[in-house]
Structures are given as C-alpha cells and as structure tokens.
RNA sequence: GGCGCCGUACCCAAGUGGUAAGGGAGCAGUCUGCAAAACUGCGAUGCAGCGGUUCGAACCCGCUCGGCGCCUCCA
C-alpha cells in the first residue's frame, strides 16, 4: 500500500484513488521561455517516478503535464530576440521533449498550453465572479482571497501573517494585497484574447485550474511540483477550483524539494544553474549513459529533501553504476557453471522485490529502493562465484531490469555501458561491434580494440612491458582493462 | 516578523522506541605476469547540541545551534 507526504494535511497518509485502479494526476511543467536546468529536470523525473510506480502497483494513470506558454518573462524573452511569443515558446517547448527524453522521462498523457485553454480559463474566471469570489478593475480580474476562508491551508499561512510580509508597492485597486489576477489586460503588441473584460490574458494560476479540471475533473488524485509553488501557485489553484466548483480539488499535494549547488537552491538569479542540456554537453560519457547517471543520481536521494548537485556527486553515481553494468556484463557471459545454486538466487530476487516494493511504497523512498538492488547485487555476485545456469543468469537479469524499469534504471543493453569483450586473438576475425552504438563511437572503439589487440599479442609474447604500456595509455584515455581468465580482455570506461 | 524543509561516518544514504542497513571512496587480504572485476576483512561507543519522558531514544517531547527555502516570478 502505497503511502505519500500531503502537504495538504503536512502527514504522510495511504493512497487511496478516488476510482478503483485508476489515477488522475496533474503536475505543473514548466514555463517555456528557456532551457531547463536540473532542478527542472529532479521534478520532472519524481513525477515521472511517481507515474511508474502507480503503473507497477496496477494503476492506470492519467497523467497531465502542462506548458505555460503565456507569460510576462516569454514576453521579454521575444521581445528581446525580436521574435514572436509562439516562436519563443515552440523552441522550449520543443527543447523541454529533447532534454527530458534523453533523461528517459516519458510524456505526459497529456500535455496541455495555457494557449490552448483560453476558453476554459474565460469561463472559469466568469463563474468565479457571478459567485462573488472575483472583480474587475480596468480590464483586469482579481480573485478575492478574502472570500475564500480557506485561503492559507495548503502553505498554512494565515492571510493576516502574509499581510505582515507584505511589501510595499500593492496595487491600490485590489482589494486585499494578496488578491491575485486571473485575467489581466494587455498592453499593445502582447499575446491576447478576447474576453469579457476586453483584450486581455490569462493570470499565471488559473490556467491549471481550468485544464486540470478539463482533463481530469474537479476532483483529482494527485497534484504535483516543486516546493516552491506551494505558495503562491498552489494556493491559489485551491483557492479558484474550490471556489469555483465547491468540491475538494486535489485529494494529494506532493512536493519535491531542490536542487542546491553548494547548499543554494538552483536558480537563474543567482546564476548557479545548470541546464540540462549543458551537462550533456560536457559529459565526458555517452548521452544514453549520461541520462542513467543523472537519474541515478536524482534518485540516490528522498524526493522530500535538498540534493546537492556536484561533479563529486555526478562521478559517484556513474561509480555506482558501473558495479551493476559490470554485473550484468558477467551474467552475460557463458560460463560460471558448476554447482549452480539456482533457488538461492529466487530468494534473494524475492527478497529484493519485496524490500523494493517496501520502500517505494513509504513515500517512494528511491534511495532505500536503490539499496535494496545494490543487496541484490550482491547477492548475485556472490551466487555468479558459484555459479548459475543459464536461466538463472537470464532471470537474475531480467529482475533488475523490471524493478529497474520503475526508476528507469538498468534499461540499457549489455554493450551500451561501455563494457566490451574483445575476443581472443584467434577470434578477431569476427566483428562484435554494437549495432546500437554511434558512428563517432564506433570508431572511437575500433582504436581501443586495436590497442587491446595488440595488447593480448604482446602478452602473448611474454612481453608484459609492452602490455602495460598500452594498459596506461588506454588508462589515461580512461579506458579500464579487464583480462579475463580465458585470455580476453574486458574494456570499459 | 510569519510559514516550511533539512541536519546520521570522508561522500551519498537507510533506520520512525529495542540497542547504527547499503553504496561510493579509502586501506588490507584472496585471485592475477601486473592490473581490473569479484569476494573477504577494517571503518560512526555514536546519529548537530543540551535537557526531559522511558527499563531502553538517532527515532517521542522541550529548548538551542547550524544550513536552506517560501512569503515577488521560480521545479
């Protein structure tokens, strides 16, 4: 039974869908006027995490995913390039899908435009203001946060405390300096809409109110995002659903905590961020590779709590992975008979699941379940020493590629972790390149199996300088040999 | 000022009242021409600090300290 942090109720509480096997659930993507850093990257993957597991424990999920591409800083942002909004927004958008497939996160359901709402905003902005809970001033609207008692139980605020803070320069015409726009009137030149009130656009909140009820109704399962919407966003989408409709809006509020570098949250104003796309860049390993070290790393720890981003971190992860890759290569291989211990190695995959299983379900405690797949590991390991039929080999692999799955770890295939077996000499003849693998890389590799050719006929000759010299020059390029007991040679990075 | 998150070994990180998982890094050993991988062993008398509750606390309560965030756009 799968429990989850509310922050609604500030308790962790069982999950219980509103219809039986099934889940709606809406998250708020992001606004598309630049490319997405890490901590874009650590949200979308705790919901994408989040939707797996819900898949795994036998739940259809209906997972909403939205694009604000109407909005004051994508207005700057085509102003100073010139171009038009929706210029600006099809390109990060765009981006948005390139960066987080390479991280292996899967699309939404759906995945909606503000732009694509107008109609839906409109009328939920009219009937917020023939029940009382909204005015216009000039062409604006404002919700009255006054009318809706409730206001400040998500982020558990009181309005009097949020007056206290209140800065300086409010708006004379709102009512109550909390009061927040739902349609604002635009300026010449700027996106806008027919509405009621005159030209106009939407206000930032009311838009995932108005598609998560048009795709998932006015009550949902789960909605989900960054901490830092609790407040306002959050708030303020409780507070115009709930208004609006009278019913309960989201039964779940979850959050991820975020991404620091140096103990500082990641953000564009203090210039400490790192784009996706950026890390891929710089990698010194492969894209696929890449993808499973990010994700790796953003799930080593709780999704509640900071990260700390880090090369450190980032060489740890890909350390990690390495022994599991390094697993699989050996499971891989003929050999390791003997007196195979077959049903020792069903336990330890049961007891892997069911450890696995255990902690995903107490509030998806990723790291506890990457724990309890390094436990499988090394079981594994220890069973190999002994070893395994064939089919245990298989099986052995094929579990820690459906627990895997749910993490979308350990999806990549035998070859692509960089670990490669250049046959014995006598072999060579025989092409065992990847068909999967690039062209850049494939030549890449066609030189270090050179090398290690001419390594194996160097050790063959007793001509163990030789072979060293060309172990530390692969060493140097970061290339790892590994001699195995038949006379090949492993190689990895 | 209000509200919230976090604080466990060199690093990451479990544990949520019964006497500190796991991984990475490091060191030592087995194996190896040498390495690598794998395996074995070592590694916090202590869980930010101080009090309290309890037979017993990292876990519960109180206070304090430290880091971060939200209250303005923010994943």
Redesign the pocket.
């Known amino acids: 039974m799968l429990k989850l942090f509310n922050t609604l109720t500030?308790r962790q509480e069982a999950f219980e869908s509103i219809e039986p096997r099934k889940v709606r659930m809406y998250v708020?993507?992001?606004?598309v006027y630049d490319y997405c850093?890490?901590?874009?990257a650590?949200?979308?993957l705790v919901f994408d995490v989040l939707r797996r597991y819900l898949e795994y424990s036998g739940y259809t999920v209906t997972f909403v995913k939205n694009f604000?591409d109407v909005?004051?800083?994508i207005i700057k942002r085509a102003n100073e390039q010139g171009v038009a909004c929706d210029a600006v927004t099809a390109k990060f958008i765009q981006a948005y899908h390139e960066d987080m497939g390479k991280l292996g996160i899967q699309a939404a359901t759906a995945e909606p435009k503000a732009t694509e709402h107008i109609g839906d905003i409109i009328q939920l902005t009219e009937r917020l203001i023939k029940k009382g809970l909204a005015y216009v001033v000039d062409g604006d609207v404002y919700f009255e946060v006054s009318k809706y008692p409730e206001y400040g139980r998500l982020?558990?605020?009181?309005l009097d405390?949020?007056q206290?803070?209140?800065?300086v320069d409010v708006d004379q015409r709102k009512h109550h300096?909390?009061d927040?726009a739902l349609w604002k009137s635009s300026k010449p030149g700027e996106p806008a809409w027919e509405s009621p009130w005159g030209l106009g656009r939407p206000g930032?909140h009311i838009e995932c109110s108005a598609m998560s009820i048009r795709h998932l109704g006015e009550t949902f399962d789960i909605h989900g995002?960054?901490?830092?919407?609790?407040?306002?966003?959050h708030e303020n989408e409780i507070a115009q659903s709930c208004g609006a409709t009278g019913k309960e809006f989201a039964r779940y509020w979850v959050?991820?905590?975020?991404?620091?570098i140096n103990?500082?949250?990641?953000?564009?104003?203090?210039g400490n961020?790192f784009t996706i796309r950026e890390i891929f860049e710089k990698s010194e390993w492969p894209e696929d590779i890449t993808g499973e070290i990010l994700r790796y790393f953003l799930l080593?720890?709780?999704y509640?709590?900071?990260?700390?981003f880090s090369d450190?971190?980032l060489?740890?992860a890909k350390?990690?992975l390495?022994?599991f890759y390094?697993?699989f290569h050996?499971l891989s291989e003929a050999g390791g008979l003997g007196e195979g211990d077959d049903g020792s190695l069903r336990t330890a995959v049961e007891r892997a699941r069911k450890s696995f299983i255990q902690?995903m379900d107490?509030?998806l405690?990723t790291?506890?379940a990457i724990?309890a797949l390094?436990?499988l590991?090394?079981d594994v390991?220890?069973l190999?020493?002994v070893g395994l039929s064939t089919e245990s080999r298989q099986a052995a692999r094929q579990a820690f590629r459906s627990l895997g799955v749910v993490l979308g770890l350990f999806q990549l295939g035998r070859w692509d972790f960089n670990v490669c077996v250049v046959p014995k000499p006598a072999q060579l003849v025989l092409n065992t390149f990847p068909p999967a693998v690039t062209i850049a890389r494939q030549i890449r590799e066609t030189e270090i199996d050179g090398k290690v050719a001419q390594?194996i006929e160097a050790?063959k000759r007793r001509d163990?300088?030789r072979?060293?010299e060309i172990?530390a020059e692969l060493k140097s390029l970061g290339i790892?040999?590994?001699?195995?007991?038949d006379g090949t040679t492993r190689w990895?990075r």
């Open positions: 500030g708020c993507g992001v606004t850093h890490i901590g874009h650590r949200s979308a604000t909005d004051d800083k982020s558990k605020r009181r405390d949020l206290a803070g209140a800065r300096p909390m927040f930032w995002g960054g901490m830092d919407l609790i407040f306002p966003h959050h991820n905590g975020f991404v620091q103990k500082e949250k990641m953000s564009k104003s203090l961020f080593s720890t709780h509640h709590g900071p990260l700390d450190q971190a060489t740890e350390n990690a390495n022994g390094d697993l050996r902690t107490d509030n405690k790291s506890a724990a390094q436990g590991r090394s390991n220890k190999l020493g390594r050790k163990f300088k072979a060293d172990r790892t040999l590994e001699d195995k007991p990895k």
